[in-house]
């Protein structure tokens, strides 16, 4: 059974830090790992990531991915309010389609 | 504006109601997907449609039943429920299928569900 599991489930963190979301994954057919950030309903896109190494970047955000070890990591730097979301992690893309982590409930406070 | 529009965004229904979800994607995707999210559990994937024609159904309970008119038009027809089926549902679309290809999901804000 396809598996993904990210830490930590919950972060509380002050405006300004640097924080650090981990994805595990075991999937059986793996095409790809996605970073979503939910804030009230509608789950965002953030990054797609195919290749081991190669990190993703947008604005303050960051993603690496590790095809060897099986896990990838979504970096935020200088943290700001609005921030605050849960992020998700999904893999796979085989017959089951995506599967998701539970998420990291990460909360900014000012 | 998400390109991927649910109404509505909050139903509460009786266990022994009829109603039905609707979803509809602006974004000229192939594929649509109906997820279930409960709180503290991770997204789940319950129906996939590919061109209008089912390619997945991930075990759902007979009380949930989707129809698929179009590519842009998904809808999930709901009776009988019950309240642990509480949660909320959200609609997604891809380019092409997931399965075949990396192409993101992109989501709808949802249908908060409770079954009273």
């Known amino acids: 059974e396809d598996k993904v599991v990210q830490s930590p489930l919950s972060l509380v963190v002050h405006e300004g830090d640097t924080v650090t979301l981990n994805c595990s994954y075991e999937?059986?057919?793996?095409?790809?790992l996605l970073w979503y950030k939910q804030e009230k309903k509608a789950p965002t896109f953030l990054f797609m990531l195919?290749?081991?190494?190669i990190e993703k970047k947008s604005g303050r955000l960051s993603s690496i991915l590790d095809k060897k070890e099986l896990f990838s990591i979504l970096n935020i730097t200088a943290t700001q309010t609005g921030d605050s979301a849960i992020y998700l992690c999904?893999?796979?893309?085989?017959?089951?389609?995506?599967?998701f982590g539970k998420g990291t409930h990460l909360i900014i406070q000012p | 504006e998400t390109g991927v529009t649910q109404t509505p965004r909050h139903l509460v229904m009786g266990m022994t109601n009829k109603k039905s979800l609707k979803c509809e994607q602006h974004?000229?995707?192939?594929?649509m997907y109906w997820y279930k999210q409960s709180a503290k559990k991770p997204l789940e994937l319950m129906f996939v449609?590919?061109?209008?024609?089912?390619?997945e159904n991930n075990s759902v309970p007979s009380r949930f039943s989707p129809e698929c008119p179009n590519s842009s038009h998904l809808f999930l027809h709901l009776h009988t429920l019950q309240p642990e089926d509480s949660a909320l549902y959200l609609c997604?679309?891809?380019?092409?299928?997931?399965?075949?290809?990396?192409?993101?999901?992109?989501f709808g804000n949802g249908t908060r569900l409770t079954v009273t």
């Open positions: 997604a679309s891809s380019q092409e299928l997931q399965s075949s290809y990396n192409s993101p999901l992109h």
């Open positions: 999904a893999s796979g893309g085989g017959a089951d389609g995506l599967t």
């Open positions: 195919t290749s081991s190494g």
């Open positions: 999937v059986t057919n793996f095409r790809s």
């Open positions: 449609y590919s061109l209008e024609e089912r390619v």
């Open positions: 974004l000229g995707h192939n594929a």
